[in-house]
Nanobody
């Protein structure tokens, strides 16, 4: 059974930082990527960042490049998303998800098979 549990969301002022965590369990070697996505009210789910565990490569959406950093602690089966210089437009529910990398588009939500429950990030003054 695959389970992904996000944590670390909350309310932060613009310019602030948060670190999200995604604790994963039940994954097989077929799943080499874990990604972060977000969805704001009335908007489609957007790819934020992902990491390919097979080669360590990382990917970022244009809107977060230079501000967010994804990392993974394989020993803890946990992926992190460090979010710095947060903006109001970063407000969304953030989800982590897993994908198989064969034929994989890194930040395309349709490529991801398992999803966590989400954690709310609100950036507001």
């Amino acid at each position: 059974q695959v389970q992904l549990v996000e944590s670390g969301g909350g309310l932060v002022q613009p310019g602030g930082s948060l670190r999200l965590s995604c604790a994963a369990s039940g994954l097989t070697s077929d799943y080499y990527a874990i990604g972060w996505f977000r969805q704001a009210p009335g908007k489609e789910r957007e790819g934020v960042s992902c990491i390919n565990s097979s080669d360590g490569s990382t990917y970022y959406g244009d809107s977060v490049k230079g501000r967010f950093t994804i990392s993974r602690d394989n020993a803890k089966n946990t992926v992190y998303l460090q979010m710095n210089r947060l903006k109001p437009e970063d407000t969304a529910v953030y989800y982590c998800a897993t994908a198989r990398v064969e034929g994989w588009v890194p930040l395309a939500p349709d490529e991801y098979d398992y999803w966590g429950q989400g954690t709310q990030v609100t950036v507001s003054s």
